[in-house]
T-cell receptor
Framework: KNQVEQSPQSLIILEGKNCTLQCNYTVSPFSNLRWYKQDTGRGPVSLTI?????NTKSNGRYTATLDADTKQSSLHITASQLSDSASYICVVNPLGSSGTYKYIFGTGTRLKVLA | SQTIHQWPATLVQPVGSPLSLECTVE??????LYWYRQAAGRGLQLLFY??????ISSEVPQNLSASRPQDRQFILSSKKLLLSDSGFYLC???????????FGEGSRLTVL
């Protein structure tokens, strides 16, 4: 069964600190993996997208890594800011979806950054 | 540029009442359209997706229905709401041939 699991479920850090969020998936084969940021009560917004052949992708203070062998991805946030407080969702897009994408969503990691 | 609009943002409805959530996409043609529901502490659940006008696929049996009367309009409906229909509903679109999902701002539905 295709699954995406994220850890930790929630995380509290102090402003300025770094943190790493984990995503383990069983989806195989897959087309790409995305990380989304979702502010409370808002729709998710894409942070990064990686194909199965990419190892790392950066977007400002956000760096995503992908290990296709172990089926793991991580999102590293550097020098956290209060505005980073949000849920972060890992999404895997399986191959073979016949032109319509059936995304597999993780349950997310809720990050809270304290001043 | 492409934008997606979803409304209403918040809705409080009694059990047994009808529901209509609307979503429109601007700046693109023939998008794939999706309705998701997000329960607290759980991942997004795909409810419906559409690859074209009048073409709706349902992912889970439920009390809801969807319609696509126009190319860039997607509507989520119910004739009689249940308590279990409460949740956060998200409309999304993706371009044909592209995997990136773009989400609307969401609609918070509370059924009392």
């Amino acid at each position: 069964k295709n699954q995406v699991e994220q850890s930790p479920q929630s995380l509290i850090i102090l402003e300025g600190k770094n943190c790493t969020l984990q995503c383990n998936y069983t989806v195989s084969p897959f087309s790409n993996l995305r990380w989304y940021k979702q502010d409370t009560g808002r729709g998710p917004v894409s942070l990064t997208i990686m194909t199965f052949s990419e190892n790392t992708k950066s977007n400002g203070r956000y760096t995503a890594t992908l290990d296709a062998d172990t089926k793991q991805s991580s999102l590293h946030i550097t020098a956290s800011q209060l505005s980073d407080s949000a849920s972060y969702i890992c999404v895997v897009n399986p191959l073979g979806s016949s032109g319509t994408y059936k995304y597999i969503f993780g349950t997310g990691t809720r990050l809270k950054v304290l001043a | 540029s492409q934008t997606i609009h979803q409304w209403p943002a918040t809705l409080v409805q009694p059990v047994g009442s009808p529901l209509s959530l609307e979503c429109t996409v601007e700046g693109t043609s023939n998008p794939n359209l999706y309705w998701y529901r997000q329960a607290a502490g759980r991942g997004l659940q795909l409810l419906f997706y559409s690859i074209g006008i009048g073409q709706i696929s349902s992912e889970v049996p439920q009390n809801l229905s969807a319609s696509r009367p126009q190319d860039r309009q997607f509507i989520l409906s119910s004739k009689k709401l249940l308590l279990s229909d409460s949740g956060f509903y998200l409309c999304a679109w993706s371009a044909q041939g592209s995997g990136e999902l773009f989400f609307g701002e969401g609609s918070r539905l509370t059924v009392l």
